[in-house]
């Protein structure tokens, strides 16, 4: 056991000294300034710089989903065909980057104008005026199909393994035949093996009488494919035929256990000059296969037809990479176009040019942008009258279209030729109005009812929880469709679904925070003053809660931008308007096409997201007020 020292200590005067023995002792003045609840959390806000960025984003972005439809004058109402698929413009083309330009790989080579294969809608001299560049294929590309802007290859006549019975046929049309005209035919074969799982086909060559049915062969029954030259006109005299209408016939032996074909490279039936049916020479004659084949159907290859499987093989054709802009293809110089004389009356009523018909195109002149021509080249008179019935001129096509100037659009247009930066925005504001709406009514409905049921409890807080649970349980895409349903899928049926069960959120976080609070010191402290329900409720507890309660209402203008674009999927969007969601659901087929569609708008969303996200999280470290008059 431990000994334990109980000797008195002893001070004396001198261990102790006044330390203010000569000081007055005064309250001191408050060096802060008073303030409000509201400016002390605004000054909490302001310190937080990320916050700060994300509500000066958003509200950027709301200030330009009210000015960028009324500023920019696109109609985004109406179809326009002729603008569809624009690539995104700011800077001048051939810049490199957003310059209204799209580059195409691999794109199919049209040999014989030289320029590459995009739409029929344009022409060949405004595709070759709108390359910015084109890089060709040095080598052709061999393909088994035919293509119009293939070359060459050879004409497949194959027969089909599951056939029994009758050979395989390609006749031409019926040709006459004189045998002093010198007739030749020359047809030129390929040996190719194993091609398209088969083999090569035991076949024969002769000629048919239309009348008869006669067979003169001409090459029999084999598998030599060497080059065919035979003198018709010999061949019948040596029969001891003058004339002959007749067919030529390439007869292929079907076999039952695998594919037979032949490749015919070139078909060339000639006669000497000045023969009267150089025209059906012509016509069976081919020296291209893929040509011939292009000018088939179903049933035929041009004059010849076709009882078996027919085809191309080998044929060549060049793919091209190229950059085209296409704003120069859209609203560039137009090709020739005719304009009647009604039309070119309503410009020079408008004072937009001056024309003379008595003097000629040479009279044209352009007094106006709106003027959609710069040039006339020709002019068309009425035979009898002698008066004005058509002009041809030239001119750039953005004035036909309405604009004054060539346009940009800084998004592209969509499949509609609608200018997507304007519809982007114009979507956005109807989306946030929504939002705010249903966020304002759900926040003030929920509120009211938390506080009740969090402040009062007991049966009040299980008969209101009750309810909730029940109206919680239905799925809000149930609540919407029946409404839409009944109601049609427009503005007021959104906002009225969306609040039906929106606010239910709201009053659990309201209801939890009461409870949270309503039983601290200050609160009974107040109540034992004598305050009030109302007081204790709006003075005292309530703006304790609302850091949470707002941060959660600030989500809820997100959650219904998002509700109403995945209703947008579901083909129950908005109708009248204009919507964010209807857009992104009318672009996300062209994704893997035209991404701008969606990548431009996706990132007006993932925006407008994050500085939500950041500017609920101020509010509700601003609005929390066990952090007043902290830094």
Known sequence: MMNVDKTPITFKDDDFVMVQKDTRIKDKKLETKPTTFFKDAMKRFAKNKSSVVGGIILGILVVMSIVVPIVITDDIDNVKSSERFLAPKLFEAGTGFWDGTRKREHVVYDRDNEVPTTSDKYTDEAVRRSLVSLTVDEEPTLIDTANVYGKGGYIVVATDSKVDGNDIYMTSKDVSFNAKDDYRLDVVFSDEEDFAEGKLGVYRVYLKDKVSGDEIVLRDFGQDYSKLSVNISELLSQKGIDKLNASIVFDVKVSTSEIRYILIE??????????????????????????????????????????????????????????????????????????????????????????????????????????????????????????????????????????????????????????????????????????????????????????????????????????????????????????????????????????????????????????????????????????????????????????????????????????????????????????????????????????????????????????????????????NPSLKGSD
């Not at 100037?405 to 109807?430: C, N, Q, V």
């Open 266 to 623: 070139s078909v060339a039936l000639t006669a000497k000059e000045g023969v009267s049916n150089a025209e059906d020479l012509a016509s069976v004659s081919f020296d291209d296969a893929t040509e011939m084949i292009n000018l088939s159907d179903i049933a035929d290859m041009g004059y010849w037809a076709c009882t078996g499987r027919k085809g191309i093989h080998n044929s060549e054709i060049l793919y091209c990479d190229y950059v085209i802009d296409t704003y120069m293809l859209v609203y560039g110089d137009a090709d020739l176009v005719t304009y009647s004389a009604t039309e070119l009356k309503n410009w020079v009523e408008n004072g937009w040019c001056e024309y003379d018909y008595k003097v000629g195109p040479e009279s044209f002149v352009r007094l106006a942008d709106e003027c959609p021509i710069d040039v006339v080249e020709s002019q068309e008179l009425l035979k009898i009258t002698k008066k004005l019935s058509s002009i041809q001129g030239r001119g750039w096509n953005y004035r036909k279209l309405g604009y004054h100037e060539m346009p940009k659009h800084l998004f592209g247009t969509d499949a509609s030729g609608i200018d997507l930066f304007k519809r982007a925005f114009a979507g956005l504001r109807t989306s946030l109005i929504m939002g705010l709406i249903v966020a304002a009514v759900t926040f003030a409905f929920g509120l009211v009812w938390g506080a009740v049921s969090g402040y009062y409890g007991g049966n009040v807080d299980i008969a209101m929880e009750r309810f909730c649970e029940i109206l919680g349980g239905v799925p809000w895409i149930v609540v919407m469709t029946l409404c839409i349903l009944h109601l049609g899928n427009n503005f007021g049926t959104f906002v009225l679904a969306l609040c039906m069960t929106g606010w239910i959120g709201t009053a659990h976080r309201t209801r939890t925070q009461f409870y949270r609070f309503k039983g601290r010191e200050y609160v009974l402290a107040s109540r034992t003053l004598g305050a009030t329900d109302m007081r204790l409720i709006f003075k005292h507890i309530l703006p304790n809660s609302m850091g949470t309660i707002i941060t959660g209402s600030v989500f809820m203008i997100t959650s219904v931008i998002y509700s109403e674009a995945s209703l947008a999927y579901l083909n129950l969007g908005l109708q009248g308007v204009h919507s964010f969601g209807v857009m992104m659901s009318n672009n996300q087929p062209y994704l893997g096409v035209y991404p701008n569609l969606v990548i431009f708008p996706a990132c007006i969303m993932a925006l407008m997201m994050i500085s939500f996200n950041l500017f609920g999280n101020g509010l509700r470290d601003a609005f």
